[in-house]
């Protein structure tokens, strides 16, 4: 089976920055698509960013111009870069591969 693990969570200031990685592993799986996800207390989970084996990437609109999601294809993993950090940043991130493989989450929290 797929295991997604997550690391790079953490506390951070307003304008920090922070990068979190996912590292996939096992069989069965199309890695084509992967990518990042949050949720925060009380909203619904958005896309953040996903990326394309071959490197095109799309992102949710309140992180455009802050966060740059990347990747190695020959690890498996992907990145998420995340600059300008601000308060409403905070939520749970969870990585996914595409269709339906999700991570157990990793935290950050922006805030002074």
């Known amino acids: 089976q797929v295991e997604l693990v997550e690391s790079g969570g953490g506390l951070v200031q307003p304008g920090g920055s922070l990068r979190l990685s996912c590292v996939a592993s096992?069989?069965?799986?199309?890695?084509?698509?992967m990518g990042w996800y949050r949720q925060a207390p009380g909203k619904q989970r958005e896309l953040v960013a996903h990326?394309?084996?071959?490197?095109?990437?799309n992102y949710g609109g309140s992180v455009k111009g802050r966060f740059t999601i990347s990747r190695d294809n020959a690890k498996n993993t992907v990145y998420l870069q995340m600059d300008n950090l601000k308060p409403e940043d905070t939520a749970v991130y969870y990585c996914?591969?595409?269709?339906?493989?999700w991570g157990k989450g990793t935290l950050v929290t922006v805030s002074s």
């Open positions: 996914n591969v595409y269709p339906g493989v």
């Open positions: 096992g069989s069965n799986v199309d890695y084509n698509s």
């Open positions: 990326i394309t084996s071959g490197g095109h990437a």
